[in-house]
């Protein structure tokens, strides 16, 4: 008879306190432990696109396409805009992963965009970001400029963009700072801008539809990517490449092509 039943009720309470501490203390070690599972798996999904992106990862032996990867390694790890010319298909966002990925800013993130893809209004809130109030429904949200700050910024087919939205990217190179649609105040942004088009953005100067100074800002450096049929040499080794890719991924067992297959393919015009 040494305990009473107020001491069973203080031991309850103490037991429940004591049942909720190890129970969070469990849940933290686990949310730790993901924690740093999930920092682990990020390092190596990065070094694999680094790996992948690197310009060793790149096939292509002939002069214009050799000469395309040593322009990337010159100008990766630098500040500088790039623009990258090319027929659709001829690999401009493969580059431009490569300029990101072989620079300082690897570990930062890489944005793409298609500035073809959306019309202006949208496109327009998709690059600078848009406040609560501009329309109903809205609600507020960074735009891409924001999500790359400290990386790269790869907006494709640039020579399809609006007049409209060319004038603000413009202020936005030039000012290092970028304002939401319906916002008073600028936020700063450290980005690095690399364009993509298959347009001959001389000729759409000439016709009035893309701005002279925003072509002279983005283009710092630029590279220009050969098209498959001004790069033959190249042909067997990239059909070569995908098609053990395709027979890893179907676990398939493959010899490579036939003489009459590879004949075909080196004849072949390559217009698109």
Same mark, same amino acid.
């Given at each position: 008879?040494?305990?009473?039943?107020?001491?069973?009720?203080?031991?309850?309470?103490?037991?429940?306190?004591? #049942?909720?501490?190890?129970?969070?203390? +469990? =849940?933290?070690?686990? &949310?730790?432990?993901?924690?740093? %599972?999930?920092? !682990?798996?990020?390092?190596?999904?990065?070094?694999?696109?680094?790996?992948?992106?690197?310009?060793?990862?790149?096939?292509?032996?002939? #002069?214009?396409?050799?000469?395309?990867? +040593? =322009?990337?390694?010159? &100008?990766?790890?630098?500040?500088? %805009?790039?623009? !990258?010319?090319?027929?659709?298909?001829?690999?401009k966002e493969v580059f431009a992963r490569s300029l990101h990925y072989n620079s300082a800013r690897r570990d930062k993130p890489f944005v793409a965009i298609n500035c073809a893809a959306l019309p202006e209004t949208l496109l327009e809130a998709e690059l600078f970001g848009i406040e609560r109030g501009v329309a109903t429904g809205v609600d507020p949200r960074p735009?891409?400029?924001?999500?790359?700050?400290?990386?790269?910024?790869?907006?494709?087919?640039?020579?399809?963009?609006?007049?409209?939205?060319?004038?603000?990217l413009l202020r936005v190179l030039q000012e290092r700072k970028v304002s939401r649609v319906g916002a008073r105040e600028a936020i700063d942004i450290d980005v690095r801008v690399i364009a993509a088009t298959h347009q001959n953005l001389g000729n759409e100067i000439g016709a009035g539809r893309f701005r002279e100074d925003l072509f002279y800002r983005i283009k710092v450096v630029e590279i220009q990517l050969p098209s498959l049929r001004e790069r033959r040499d190249d042909i067997l080794p990239l059909a070569n490449h995908f098609l053990g890719r395709f027979a890893e991924k179907h676990e398939r067992h493959h010899t490579g092509f036939s003489r009459s297959a590879a004949r075909e393919m080196l004849a072949h015009p390559w217009p698109g």
């Amino acid at each position: 008879d040494v305990f009473e039943p107020r001491h069973e009720r203080i031991l309850a309470i103490i037991a429940n306190a004591v #049942a909720m501490a190890l129970e969070n203390a +469990r =849940l933290f070690y686990e &949310v730790t432990r993901s924690r740093e %599972n999930l920092v !682990i798996e990020n390092k190596s999904l990065r070094r694999q696109l680094s790996d992948r992106f690197s310009t060793e990862g790149l096939i292509g032996n002939s #002069a214009q396409f050799q000469a395309a990867l +040593r =322009l990337v390694e010159k &100008v990766a790890d630098t500040t500088a %805009n790039v623009l !990258i010319t090319g027929e659709s298909g001829t690999g401009k966002e493969v580059f431009a992963r490569s300029l990101h990925y072989n620079s300082a800013r690897r570990d930062k993130p890489f944005v793409a965009i298609n500035c073809a893809a959306l019309p202006e209004t949208l496109l327009e809130a998709e690059l600078f970001g848009i406040e609560r109030g501009v329309a109903t429904g809205v609600d507020p949200r960074p735009g891409t400029f924001e999500l790359a700050h400290g990386g790269t910024l790869f907006l494709d087919e640039i020579g399809d963009m609006s007049a409209a939205v060319q004038v603000r990217l413009l202020r936005v190179l030039q000012e290092r700072k970028v304002s939401r649609v319906g916002a008073r105040e600028a936020i700063d942004i450290d980005v690095r801008v690399i364009a993509a088009t298959h347009q001959n953005l001389g000729n759409e100067i000439g016709a009035g539809r893309f701005r002279e100074d925003l072509f002279y800002r983005i283009k710092v450096v630029e590279i220009q990517l050969p098209s498959l049929r001004e790069r033959r040499d190249d042909i067997l080794p990239l059909a070569n490449h995908f098609l053990g890719r395709f027979a890893e991924k179907h676990e398939r067992h493959h010899t490579g092509f036939s003489r009459s297959a590879a004949r075909e393919m080196l004849a072949h015009p390559w217009p698109g």
